[in-house]
Each structure stands twice: as structure tokens, then as C-alpha cells.
């Protein structure tokens, strides 16, 4: 899952592509997408109108952004099964009535509703999500919760991530480019022993190595934050897509609601 993800961490081509989407500041991107995000997790289960606007919007972003649509199904394809694996419990909730039974085990009327809303609030929140992450580069991402008075010491842990995991691949790369070099994945009843081990290495020579790298990045004056070549200021197209975005948001609570 983080191999899939270290696409994110280079976004240059993204960054220089003309779109609406592109032209807000990262600030404006991440209000927006955590006013939807919040709208569709604080909405009552089984509001499957409400959930459609929602849907429809992030629809509308995706072809506004003219994002990857390969990269965003890779991504949200493997979160998803990650998140199904949480939610499959769900399933099995008492009330209503039931639909099938095997045993103790009973899938009810009320289970099912929960699941499909359950389901429905993450896949809708992951596509969002990604679109954020795979359009805005992680140095502005990382100014932007700054400037959205985010604690600087999460702030700080969250560049130091991004920088690590690069580390990370690449001391996995070469471990696993060595025991190939010695065919030590021909026996493939031992393969679960050496990945084993190779992860219990790969911790130990991480840390060591991320060790060396945090020094070095200090001596080179890191402050806690990837440095960022220009801060884009607001302009007044930011204002229209939040104050868009908050009225997609109250139309939908005002649907199950009124309803």
C-alpha cells in the first residue's frame, strides 16, 4: 500500500496543469475537500439522496481536475479493500428483518442499510481525499495545513513521513534486489521465513539510516517543512469555490432533513 502511494509524493506535472481545480491555492483545495468530507461522514445512515448530491460533486471535480483517473481507481481500489475488511462487521448488526441466515450467523434488514451507508460515507470520502492528494504536491499541502493553524508538531511529523518513505523504498528495493541476487526466493516454503526477516532488518537499518538523514537535513537548515518556492494568496475564484462548496454541503443536510 505505501509503494502504490509514493506516486503522490512527486506531483511537478500535476502542479503545472491549468484547471480550475489547479488555479485555488492548496489552502482553498483542503477547506473544500474537508467541508465535503465532513458533510458526507456527518450524514445519517440510509440518506442515500443526500449521499447522490455528494457523489455528483466529487463526479464534477474529478473531470474539472482532469486528475489520473488510472492512478485514483489504483488508490482508492486498495483502500477500499483495507476499509472493507473494517466494515464487513457491520454487516451483522440485529434489527429489521432477516434476510439470510447460517447458523448464528444472520444477515438483517438493518445490517444491510449500515454496511451500504457505511461504505458508501468511505468510498465517497477516499475519491476526494485522493483527488487532493494526487493535485496538490505535499510541500504545498504541508504549507497549507500551516496556514490553516494545524499544530506544527503534527505538521512536522507528517514532512518527516514523506520524506521517509522514500527511505523506506528504497532500502526495501535493495534488500530485495539482494536476495534475489543469492535465489534465495527459489524455495518458496522458506519465502515467508525471508520476508520475515527482511522486514525485522529493514527496521533496524531504517532507523539507523533515517537517523543519519534527519542530521543531515538539519545541517542543511530544515525548520520542520519542506521549503516551498512561491505561497500562492487567495483570490476571489477561492472564495467562490468554498462559498460553493459550503452551499453543496447545507443543500444536502437540508434534503434529509426536510425529508
Not at 71 to 80: F, G, P, S, T
Not at 99 to 112: H, I, K, M
Not at 136 to 156: C, D, F, G, R
Not at 192 to 210: C, Q
Amino acid at each position: 500500500m505505501i509503494l502504490l502511494h509514493l506516486g503522490a509524493l512527486h506531483l511537478a506535472d500535476a502542479e503545472e496543469i491549468s484547471t480550475p481545480w489547479h488555479r485555488l491555492t492548496p489552502r482553498s483545495r483542503v477547506l473544500c475537500t474537508v467541508l465535503l468530507v465532513f458533510a458526507i461522514a456527518l450524514t445519517p445512515n440510509g440518506r442515500w439522496l443526500t449521499w447522490a448530491i455528494y457523489a455528483g460533486t466529487i463526479a464534477a471535480l474529478i473531470l474539472i481536475s482532469r486528475v489520473n483517473l488510472h492512478m485514483l481507481i489504483r488508490r482508492v481500489a486498495v483502500e477500499c479493500i483495507f476499509i472493507g475488511i473494517v466494515i464487513v462487521g457491520t454487516l451483522f448488526r440485529e434489527g429489521g428483518h432477516v434476510v439470510w441466515q447460517w447458523g448464528w450467523l444472520r444477515v438483517t434488514s438493518e445490517g444491510l442499510m449500515i454496511l451500504g451507508s457505511v461504505a458508501t460515507k468511505a468510498f465517497l470520502s477516499l475519491l476526494v481525499l485522493n483527488v487532493l492528494a494526487l493535485t496538490t504536491s505535499v510541500p504545498a499541502l504541508l504549507h497549507a495545513l500551516i496556514n490553516l493553524k494545524m499544530p506544527p508538531l503534527l505538521v512536522a511529523i507528517l514532512a518527516s513521513m514523506y520524506r521517509y518513505i522514500s527511505v523506506l523504498s528504497d532500502e526495501f528495493t535493495s534488500m530485495q534486489r539482494a536476495a534475489r541476487s543469492r535465489n534465495l526466493f527459489s524455495n518458496r516454503t522458506r519465502q515467508r521465513t525471508i520476508i520475515g526477516n527482511m522486514f525485522g532488518s529493514l527496521f533496524i537499518r531504517t532507523y539507523d539510516r533515517g537517523e543519519r538523514v534527519h542530521q543531515a537535513m538539519l545541517a542543511r537548515g530544515y525548520q520542520g517543512l519542506p521549503p516551498l518556492a512561491e505561497v500562492p494568496q487567495p483570490k476571489q475564484r477561492d472564495t467562490v469555490a468554498i462559498t460553493f462548496t459550503c452551499v453543496v454541503a447545507l443543500i444536502g443536510q437540508a434534503i434529509y432533513l426536510g425529508f
